[in-house]
């Protein structure tokens, strides 16, 4: 390694292709220790390449590539999960090599996990509970059933009881937010129609879900029971969707069923099990330490924290140590949702744990540790993590230009879009323009979603997961939902024109679509009388004529009305004697443009900061 110098600072440089593998949200202090660089110089070729950021900032995948390239690195991103991997290798959990490992004699049969989408109102609580009340076992066993966020029921298929676990969360919006925490828990997804309502548009968006995770589906008919019901009209229509009833030669299987009346209900549990019979290998190792999700939690004034959790493989004891996302403990009491106690939980079975310090998130995935102390490091080591990815993330995840400059590298070739307008005719119109735009081969447009009405916390998700660019169409999310996105690093796009909207996704297919900064100003400053000092150079004593003036901020100086100094900086900014962040019109303050003393009385020092400008209409 070389050490050449970068705008006056030296760093050790790779060849081109040193590999740097360095996780999300990274700050200069994390790049400087994998290069064994001083961190403050990085900060300084930070800012050669047009970027401010301070040691400990965490910085966005882009900048942490920027920086590496212009350094001679190869920055290799870690992923969430790799990260949460290695770090779990660091205390000698391998789940990889665990899984690998097992032969198939370790291998039992488990009971597929069961969520239930549909559209508001075509019965999807109604089912659940039809469902509940349909079990076998808990008929004979009694017992006070409580939700729990999900239950499991036992049904006769074959001859032989079969179990089968329900997520008690109806809707995807559950569904989706926990894949967007990378959990996948769900084996088979139920879409209830009202068969007297149809497809509508939540049901579209429930499927939607479903076939992006690959989930398989069974079609649930409902509301068979009333005269205005049309189950063929259901089947006709979903065949638009992908979903092809058997009758029709497709090999989804739709059941009849009345949930309000509790009819259906054994056909719709045995079409279940013959889909997962069918589709899916469902299997797991229960002779290990469990490993699972956790589906639900709160806060209970008595119990402290009480968790809901799908042990996915393994089996979960009464005293094990576990972590679950960044909580942690020992398991001190568990409940199935009858209110029964269990010393023992295997695969695919849903159970309360009384016992965790803080409360975990629906979608964390929890497993046994070792031991108490193994269970706590590894938590706050993932508090840490995500800390630090959160603050990276507040910038763009990926934005309509990103893509281009993704797609420039070879990074990408699918755009994800989710699409939503005021009306659907609208939303038509625009996916069908969409689809049309031909660029070639190399880059294909998926629309993964698309919907009328405003844009949601659960557009949000879905984008999130799939990477995904929303599209509004004379819609906007609420203030939550905007928050979300901004927090996701979601980029929305709104439109009231169609060809804008089209325009802009066709540049960005092709590759041209660059973003367009525009200096915004953010205040001036004159300058009343300089003071000359050996450490820091010329102090413009100034007071603040318009906005405010910010450290760091881009400078340039003017006198009478001409530009003398540009590309500047300011460095230092003081009030009396103290180091300020910034300072408001109307006070009086210190200005040190580092290096740059050719400043005179009447000057004026005007800061600016460049904004990527909005495209849209
Ligand atoms: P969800 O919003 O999908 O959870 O729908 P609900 O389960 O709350 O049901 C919505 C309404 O439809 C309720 O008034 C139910 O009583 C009614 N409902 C649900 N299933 C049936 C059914 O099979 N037949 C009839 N006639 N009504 C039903």
Redesign the pocket.
């Known amino acids: 390694m070389s050490a050449p110098t970068i705008g006056g600072v030296s760093v050790p440089r790779g060849d081109g292709t040193t590999v740097v593998r360095i996780r999300r949200g990274a700050s200069l202090n994390d790049f400087a220790d994998r290069i064994d660089a001083n961190p403050a110089s990085l900060v300084t070729v930070l800012f050669h390449l047009g970027e401010m950021a301070t040691v400990t900032q965490a910085l966005d995948e882009g900048t942490l590539e920027a920086l590496g390239g212009e350094l001679g690195y190869v920055v290799e991103i870690v992923s969430p999960e790799d990260e949460d991997r290695e770090l779990l290798e660091s205390f000698d959990i391998d789940l990889d090599a665990e899984l690998e490992a097992e032969g198939d004699e370790d291998l039992q049969p488990r009971p597929p996990v069961v969520t239930v989408m ?12 039809a469902i509940r009340s349909s079990d076998v076992v808990a008929g004979e066993a009694g017992g006070i059933t409580q939700h729990i966020g999900a239950y499991q029921v036992t049904v006769e298929h074959e001859g032989a009881d079969r179990a089968i676990t329900f997520i008690d969360t ?2 995807h919006e559950a569904f989706t937010a926990m894949r967007a925490r990378g959990a996948d828990v769900t084996d088979i997804a139920i879409l ?1 129609v ?1 068969a ?1 309502d149809g497809v509508m548009p939540q049901t579209i968006e429930a499927l939607n879900h479903a076939q992006a995770a690959g989930v398989p589906i069974v079609v649930a008919v ?5 005269e205005s019901a049309n189950p063929d009209k259901v089947m006709q229509q979903l065949t638009e969707y992908n979903l092809v009833a058997e009758a029709y030669g497709g090999d989804t299987m739709f059941v009849p ?5 509790r009819t259906g209900i054994d056909e719709l549990l045995e079409a279940v099990l013959l889909t997962a019979d069918a589709s899916l290998d469902l299997r797991a190792n229960p002779d290990k330490d469990a490993r699972g999700v956790a589906i639900e939690a709160n806060l209970d004034k008595g119990r402290g924290s009480v968790a809901t959790v799908l042990v996915q493989s393994g089996t979960l004891n009464v005293g094990d140590a576990i972590v679950a996302g960044t909580a942690y403990g020992r398991v001190r009491a568990m409940f199935d949702d009858r209110g029964e106690a269990l010393a023992q939980a295997g695969p695919s079975c849903p159970v309360q744990v009384l016992g965790l310090t803080s409360v975990p998130r629906a979608g964390d995935t929890f497993l046994v540790a070792p031991d108490d102390r193994t269970a706590r490091q590894i938590a706050d080591k993932r508090d840490a993590a995500e800390r630090a990815a959160l603050l990276a993330r507040r910038r763009k995840r990926m934005s309509l230009e990103d893509f281009t400059e993704a797609l420039e590298r070879g990074k990408v070739d699918t755009l994800n879009l989710v699409l939503k307008g005021d009306v659907s005719g609208a939303v038509e119109a625009l996916e069908d323009a969409l689809l049309k735009i031909d660029v070639g081969d190399e880059v294909e447009l998926r629309i993964i979603h698309r919907g009328v009405g405003a844009i949601t916390q659960n557009d949000v998700n879905l984008a999130t997961v799939d990477n995904a660019v929303i599209i509004g169409f004379n819609v906007r999310p609420d203030v939550r939902v905007a928050e979300l996105a901004d927090r996701e690093g979601v980029d929305i796009r709104y439109y009231s024109i169609i060809y804008q909207a089209i325009e802009d996704v066709e540049n960005s297919l092709k590759g041209m679509l660059k973003p367009i900064y525009e200096e915004v100003q953010l205040g001036t400053a004159e300058i009343r009388q300089i003071f000359r000092s050996s450490k820091f150079g010329n102090i413009a004593g100034s007071i603040v004529r318009s906005g405010l003036i910010r450290r760091n901020a881009a400078a340039r100086v003017l006198r009478d009305g001409v530009v003398v100094g540009d590309n500047l900086k300011i460095e230092s900014l003081r009030r009396e004697k103290d180091d300020v962040t910034e300072v408001r019109e109307g006070f009086e303050c210190g200005i040190g443009l580092g290096s740059f003393n050719d400043i005179r009385e009447g000057d004026v020092i005007e800061t600016f900061e460049m904004r990527e400008k909005e495209r849209t209409a």
């Open positions: 549909g559209h508001v109102d075509h019965g999807k609580t109604k089912l659940l509970d109806p809707g209830v009202a007297d409902n509301k068979i029971d009333k069923i009345s949930a309000l009346k």
